[in-house]
């Protein structure tokens, strides 16, 4: 039987977070709006504030490591019917397919974590509850205001110590054998990479939140499915880790800035593969040209300058470690980074492709949200370094990230991808 609820004149929020920064920074917009607060850290907490009363509404963030947050969802609509207490879902813009089971459990609004600022979600709030609460209070954090020396403080360090045991983390991952202990590793590496993005999402910190998004979506990808716990998703977490670490170090204007609109280039002559390409990049905000012509795409090279580039090795007419070892004469693009897409996964087209000029590269299938968290990595390290060939020749692959994924190639008879 479905309790009855009965909602208070004072209107309360309900936050379910675990992220420090991101319950402050909502609960100084809803105290400004006039809201009260309550704050949960997991669902058995949920719960319980729920079931003493008083909550006309529920924030519930989707991607808590140790809750699953669809069943938390399905557990409040079991007890409070959609009419009666609306729930706003905040997940992680690359997890479609757990939005859409949010949506199907009941989700009154579904949100993207990277789209909304705790401002606007104290607009909708209002919105949703009548239009309860008056803009513009004293407690209220203003969308774009600066962010305050002592939360930057407070997020720096915060970043630095989640950095640091992700790191011992990943090691951990890549000398582990059995399932259960890389599945155990990937949930501890989930709950220090879930603070960091959502503290800089909600403090609008560009690449680093760019980045730590897309290594969160990749981490509960694998969690979710070990048997996709490949070197190749091993690598591209190391130099991942690698390039937040860089990035928070000293968070320079550069690194809590957006990539903006980087040019991007795939060349396959499989249709299916370039489109699986450009979905990949499209999960993470990014857009490609897109061509399956390698003669078309040297005469393009020649031409415009890009960002970052993915080729297929083998194509009809030219192959890519030919296409590649061209454009490391072009002007335009010597110093560009090419990821290599391939269906080989020996140590004779690795060591190929680096004679080539390639920088990295990922076999075919891959993880999508892989392919996007490998797009943003080199991405952030393009912008943060001049565009010179010499520097971008100097920028080597972690050597800690190698090592550990060879690691791993060893210990699950995996070719390093």
């Not at 140590?347 to 891959?366: E, M, Y």
Request: charged share 20%; net charge negative; hydrophobic share 45%.
């Amino acid at each position: 039987m479905k309790r009855v609820y009965t909602p208070t004149k004072k209107k309360t929020i309900l936050i379910v977070d675990d992220d420090q920064i991101v319950v402050h920074l909502y609960q100084e917009n809803l105290l400004g709006r006039g809201f009260k607060v309550e704050v949960a850290t997991d669902g058995a907490q949920a719960m319980r504030v729920l079931q003493q009363g008083g909550i006309n509404l529920v924030i519930l963030d989707l991607c808590l490591p140790r809750t699953n947050g669809v069943e938390l969802l399905g557990e409040i609509r079991a007890e409070y019917p959609s009419s009666a207490l609306p729930v706003i879902v905040c997940s992680n813009s690359y997890l479609g397919r757990q939005a859409r089971e949010a949506e199907a459990a009941g989700a009154t609004k579904l949100l993207s974590k990277s789209e909304n600022s705790p401002a606007e979600m104290a607009n909708l709030i209002s919105q949703l509850l009548g239009g309860h609460a008056q803009p513009g209070k004293e407690n209220e954090v203003i969308a774009g205001a600066p962010v305050p020396n002592e939360l930057l403080a407070t997020f720096l360090d915060q970043s630095r110590e989640a950095l640091a045991r992700l790191r011992i983390g990943y090691l951990a991952l890549a000398r582990a054998e059995e399932v259960g202990l890389r599945v155990a590793e990937l949930v501890e590496m989930h709950e220090r990479t879930h603070t960091l993005a959502g503290a800089a999402t909600v403090l609008d910190f560009g690449k680093i939140a760019q980045l730590a998004n897309g290594v969160e979506a990749l981490l509960i990808e694998l969690r979710e499915k070990p048997k996709k716990i490949t070197a190749s998703a091993v690598n591209t977490l190391g130099h991942a880790i690698d390039m937040l670490v860089h990035l928070t170090d000293e968070a320079t204007v550069s690194s809590l800035q957006g990539l903006g609109t980087p040019r991007i280039l795939v060349v396959d002559d499989e249709v299916i593969s370039r489109e699986a390409i450009c979905s990949a990049l499209s999960r993470a905000k990014l857009a490609a040209v897109s061509l399956g012509d390698p003669l078309a795409a040297e005469q393009l090279l020649k031409e415009e300058h890009f960002d970052l580039i993915f080729l297929d090795v083998e194509m009809p007419g030219k192959s890519g470690l030919d296409l590649c070892l061209g454009l490391r004469e072009m002007p335009q693009n010597r110093s560009t980074p090419v990821v290599f897409v391939t269906a080989h996964s020996d140590f004779g087209t690795q060591a190929r492709s680096v004679l080539s000029g390639g920088k990295d590269f990922i076999v075919k299938p891959f993880i999508l949200v892989e392919l996007a968290v490998k797009a943003l990595t080199w991405l952030c390290r393009q912008s943060l370094q001049p565009q010179s060939a010499e520097v971008s020749q100097s920028t080597p692959v972690p050597t800690a990230s190698l090592d550990a994924g060879l690691q791993l190639a060893k210990s699950a008879e995996l070719s390093v991808h």
